[in-house]
């Protein structure tokens, strides 16, 4: 038996005998069958949302001086302690149907009397969300660890980053959310892997400002036209711009490989990274790295022919040597490193005024 994808807009009926596609009719029967096979699926849905194990009880990750930022905020007092969680709303949900068509023994799609193709069934299918995500925080019994008020939001504008989970309805079947992240600066989109955690499912990501979430689904992981292994850099990192010595040349899909303690990337020619800037693949997240002259992966504090200084993760618990980025406590010390892309992202402040507005001196300490 045939089928055909037709667009249904949540909360927008078929009329009864409406073509589908020109060619097609929905019958009354069919039209009434569908509008409860809606209804039920939201049902579902907004159940799951409230449910999904995999989100319950989970907290959220925070990277940067998140006690102090509150602080300046005037979010918390001095001596106060907060735990930080996530707000999120469904706005919407768009549905599409997959539409089965009667055949013959020939499986040639059979026709009425009208000559438009008879329609067996509707079945409908969420394709796209929307959900709006809010920053938030509960304050903590400093000793106990006993929760004080509500949970409140708040505006987090930059002050530290967040990764949270975002749940995924258990009747979307495809392994990938395509998510357009849409914000007064802008629409980000980048792709997540669907995961499966005790029943539920769930993506997860990472910023340091929320507002609308939008998720498509597709089964097609977003590597082959334009490779996940993005561009490669001499100079500084993070998106072309600045005074970076930048190649425009995509660097072929390659493979990680171990050297005694040390990394190297391989490129799809067979030649290695080294002596730049890559933005590589690695647990299904993008990153920078740096590699010297001799193709080694580096680590910890790095100073670039500019005289820029990064800080490359060190540990070795799956995210080393990747570029760090905001607020970072190092030996005890908090520095800020570059969160915008303009080719120098990535780049510690020093002797300057962070964008949140705390005093650096010149290695770059925060002065307290």
């Known amino acids: 038996m045939r089928k055909k994808h037709l667009a249904v807009l949540l909360g927008m009926a ?39 194990q995999a989100i319950s009880g989970k907290p959220v990750e925070t990277t940067g001086n998140v006690t102090a930022q509150m602080v300046n905020a005037s979010l918390l007092e001095d001596g106060e302690k907060a735990v930080i969680s996530t707000l999120q709303t469904l706005k919407d949900i768009v549905m599409d149907a997959q539409v ?34 809010e920053a938030a925080y509960e304050l903590q019994h400093p000793d106990t660890g006993s929760i004080l008020q509500e949970k409140k939001a708040f505006d987090l504008n930059g002050m530290f980053s967040i990764t949270f989970r975002i749940p995924i309805p258990s009747s979307v079947s495809a392994l990938y959310a395509n998510v357009a992240h849409i914000s007064d600066q802008g629409t980000e989109r980048f792709q997540e892997t669907i995961h499966t955690e005790n029943g539920g499912k769930y993506i997860e990501v990472t910023t340091d400002h929320f507002s ?15 490779p996940e292994n993005v561009y490669v850099s001499s100079g500084g990192s993070g998106g072309s711009g600045g005074d970076s010595d ?27 990274a080294a002596n730049g800037w890559y933005q590589l693949l690695w647990n299904n997240k993008n990153e920078w790295y740096h590699f010297d002259a001799e193709a080694i992966m580096q680590t910890g504090w790095f100073t670039d022919s500019d005289g820029l200084i990064y800080y490359l993760y060190p540990i070795a618990d799956g995210d080393r040597g990747k570029m760090l980025t905001g607020w970072q406590l190092i030996d005890g010390i908090w520095y800020y490193f570059k969160t915008i892309s303009d080719g120098t992202k990535g780049s510690l402040y020093v002797n300057t005024t962070t964008p949140d507005g705390y005093q650096v001196d010149e290695r770059g300490a925060w002065i307290q």
């Open 246 to 272: 930048w190649s425009d040349t995509w660097v072929p899909e390659g493979s990680w490989e171990t050297f005694g303690d040390n990394w190297k990337y391989k490129k799809g020619d067979g030649t290695y």
């Open 14 to 52: 078929l009329a009864a005998s409406a073509p589908v596609s020109g060619f097609a009719s929905v019958s009354e029967e069919q039209q009434t069958a569908l509008e409860e096979a809606k209804n039920s699926l939201v049902s579902a849905v907004s159940s799951e949302i409230s449910s999904n």
């Open 212 to 226: 609308d979430f939008e998720l498509t689904f597709t089964n097609v992981k977003e590597t082959s036209e334009q």
């Open 100 to 133: 089965e068509y009667e055949t013959d023994e020939n499986g040639s799609v059979k026709l009425n009397e009208s000559g438009m193709r008879i329609i067996k069934s509707v079945t409908p299918y969420i394709s796209r969300m929307t959900y709006n995500v």
